[in-house]
Nanobody, 123 residues
Framework: QVQLVESGGGLVQAGGSLRLSCAAT????????LAWFRQAPGKEREFVSA????????YYAEHVKGRFTISRDNPKKTVYLEMNSLKPEDTAAYYC????????????????WGQGTQVTVSS
């Protein structure tokens, strides 16, 4: 079993940057694909970015490509999301999740989730 704890959220002005971290405890971190999803009030949780087990393959939603960068540090059991050029529409609670199989873009493929960290971008 894996426990995930996100951190790094906060309030930032449009155009600013934040770096989210998701630290894991428990076993098997290095065997999971990892992803970031986000959920704004009244909306469904949506895919943001994912990274393969090795870290060599990275996937991004169209609306964050070129602005967000995902990375992982397996010895530290941590996944990161570097967010630049933030926009008000990026405001949401951001969640990290682990996936063993299935589509990376579907929340149904994820086994464990963190509690989320809030990102608020002011205009």
């Amino acid at each position: 079993q894996v426990q995930l704890v996100e951190s790094g959220g906060g309030l930032v002005q449009a155009g600013g940057s934040l770096r989210l971290s998701c630290a894991a405890t428990g076993n098997g971190f290095s065997m999971y694909r990892l992803a970031w999803f986000r959920q704004a009030p009244g909306k469904e949780r949506e895919f943001v970015s994912a990274i393969s087990v090795s870290g060599n393959l990275k996937y991004y939603a169209e609306h964050v490509k070129g602005r967000f960068t995902i990375s992982r540090d397996n010895p530290k059991k941590t996944v990161y999301l570097e967010m630049n050029s933030l926009k008000p529409e990026d405001t949401a609670a951001y969640y990290c999740g682990t996936s063993g199989s299935g589509s990376l873009y579907s929340i149904r493929s994820y086994d464990y989730w963190g509690q989320g960290t809030q990102v608020t971008v002011s205009s």
